[in-house]
């Protein structure tokens, strides 16, 4: 008998948690509805939402409603009853009143900016202006943040005395609560990086102290960090703001930013069929001594005999000024023929975070190395230009592959040279561009055009534009090609096979005019290669046929070039 009710009771309690249950997870249903059946249908478009889990969704869904009516005018709406329908069913019944379309505010003439406020309205007076009413809080809100961007960022502002004006218009007084003087800027406190170069704050963020402050500004500031290569943020700046004093806090690491860049090529001479071995090496150093300077070093040697040494030192705002200074050297011997040397002077100035231009002087001096020249066309010359350039960088900083997306370097000169005691007018314009265009991750064509021109009468050899090999003309020798005018165009379609492996094409065309041997040509490069991000750095192997318009493709032709970049 025990055993029996104790069995009972259990199912009871069973049939009392299903009922429990189901009364639970019961829904809740909303209906909403006007005086009339206008009314009705518009209250339609503000909630469709009938079904709800529970009394507070249900709640929520009537604030919701309300909050979007008195946002289009309907501030005078009311709710005149509520009914229960049934057991999970409410009803409510609306009346609107007046829809205010409008609302003019009133304002003290000097304190808003008539630009802003013609982005919302063309009805301004001289102390007041009409906007549409669903548009008051967007109003307030762009009003309220151009306030605080000129240095009150604790500033409020408030609608007083609402009244009505007309029918569908509404009017109000502005009230805008704010400190009697602006915040400025008054100290910037680098963490982590402490050495940052104080210079860049001012002349390359163009952050400086003093200014009103504007955290929405020196974010966007703070953004042409990605275009420094030895420094990046590590999180979001912070403020503190005291009763006397408001200071920016920015935090800094120290990237790696210096490198090594350098290749080994090899092909086989066409006249011996003996293979042959070509390479050049590049040092970049970048803000080794925290001035945010650089310092360049590339030697090349050619299968020709040709040998090419170059350094060229950046020092960026000399004295904390705004202008920055560039030197080079750069000395060209041509096996036992001669040697040019060149040396260059230029001042420049960082328009804004991705460009500069740049004033300059340049001097060429070259020598013959042989008593009696074995080529008429080379001879002694110097030569002074001056110089004028401008730079585009825009770099992405994410991508370990593709750290640049966009350059671009156009330079022009004026000059004179002198030759046997004579002097001749000369310009030259050099120009160099690329851009990356991704289609997605894993697909993106590469494209870059270069060229140069020297425009002078009865043009030296020894003073020709030498091209050619992996970073100009591949499938053809290291700068083995001369030119008084030429023009390339590189192209690569890219794929990624992932984050540290890619394959690519190669399609190069050039066009070359050598008025000193009455020669013009154009020229053709296919081939493939591939890139691989190491612990040692970017290793790149591209195999190239280089051939000229008259050429037949040829296996020996070929040139494979091998390149490391290795970054420290």
Do not use: C
Request: aromatic letters at 12%; proline letters at 3%.
């Amino acid at each position: 008998m025990n055993a029996l009710v104790k069995s009972n009771s259990y199912l009871f309690l069973i049939i009392i948690l299903l009922l429990s249950s189901k009364a639970a997870a019961q829904n809740l249903y909303l209906e909403v509805i006007g005086e009339t059946d206008s009314i009705s249908s518009i209250l339609k478009n503000y909630s469709n939402v009938k079904k709800h889990t529970d009394a507070i969704a249900l709640t929520q869904t009537l604030n919701n409603l309300q909050a979007s009516l008195y946002k289009d005018g309907y501030i005078n709406h009311r709710i005149l009853r509520k009914t229960k329908t049934n057991d999970s069913t409410w009803t409510y019944h609306f009346k609107l009143n007046t829809r205010f379309k409008h609302i003019t505010i009133h304002h003290k003439s000097h304190t808003l900016p008539i630009k802003l406020l013609q982005q919302f309205t063309k009805t301004i007076g001289e102390s007041n202006f009409t906007i549409p009413f669903q548009n008051t809080e967007t109003t307030l809100e762009a009003l309220q943040l151009d306030i605080a961007n000129n240095g009150f960022p604790f500033a409020t502002l408030n609608l007083e005395n609402i009244s009505t004006k007309s029918a569908d218009t509404l009017q109000a007084d502005l009230k805008i609560s704010h400190t009697d003087t602006p915040r400025k800027l008054d100290a910037i406190v680098i963490k982590g990086y402490t050495n940052f170069p104080k210079s860049y704050l001012k002349r390359y963020l163009k952050i400086k102290p003093a200014n009103h402050f504007n955290i929405k500004t020196i974010k966007k500031k703070l953004e042409g960090l990605n275009t420094i290569r030895f420094a990046r943020q590590i999180k979001d700046p912070e403020v503190l703001f005291s009763p006397d004093s408001t200071s920016l806090y920015i935090y800094l690491e120290k990237t790696p930013s210096n490198s090594f860049d350098g290749y080994l090529g090899f092909s086989t001479n066409e006249t011996n069929n003996k293979l042959e071995f070509n390479g050049y090496v590049k040092l970049d150093l970048h803000n080794n001594f925290n001035f945010g300077e650089s310092f360049n070093l590339n030697y090349k040697s050619t299968e020709s005999e040709q040998k090419n040494f170059d350094i060229t030192l950046n020092l960026p705002y000399l004295f904390s000024t705004p202008l920055g200074t560039e030197l080079q050297l750069n000395i060209l011997k041509q096996d036992s023929t001669f040697t040019t040397v060149k040396q260059s002077a230029k001042l420049f100035y960082q328009i804004d975070t991705k460009s500069r231009i740049f004033l300059g002087l340049e001097n060429y001096s070259s020598n013959s190395l042989l008593d009696t020249p074995v080529f008429s066309t080379t001879d002694d010359y110097k030569s002074n230009f001056y110089t004028s350039k401008y730079t585009f960088e825009n770099r992405n900083p994410t991508d370990k592959l593709f750290p640049i997306q966009t350059y671009a370097s156009l330079e022009g000169g004026i000059g004179q040279r002198t030759r046997d005691n004579r002097s001749e007018n000369q310009t030259k314009i050099n120009l160099k561009a690329f851009h990356t265009i991704d289609f997605n991750r894993q697909n993106s064509f590469y494209i870059q055009a270069s060229g140069a021109l020297l425009n002078t009468n009865k043009p030296l050899e020894n003073e020709l534009y030498r091209f050619g090999g992996i970073q100009s003309m591949r499938g053809f020798a290291e700068e083995s090609l001369l030119a008084t005018a030429f023009i390339t165009i590189n192209t690569e379609y890219r794929y990624r096979l992932s984050n540290t492996i890619y394959a690519h094409s190669i399609i190069d065309y050039a066009t070359l005019d050598n008025t000193v041997t009455n020669q013009k040509n154009n020229l053709y490069g296919f081939g493939i290669g591939f890139g691989l991000l190491t612990r040692a750095g970017l290793l790149k192997l591209n195999y190239a046929n280089g051939k000229t318009e008259s050429q037949k493709f040829q296996f020996s032709n070929s040139n494979i070039h091998l390149s490391l970049s290795s970054y420290f």
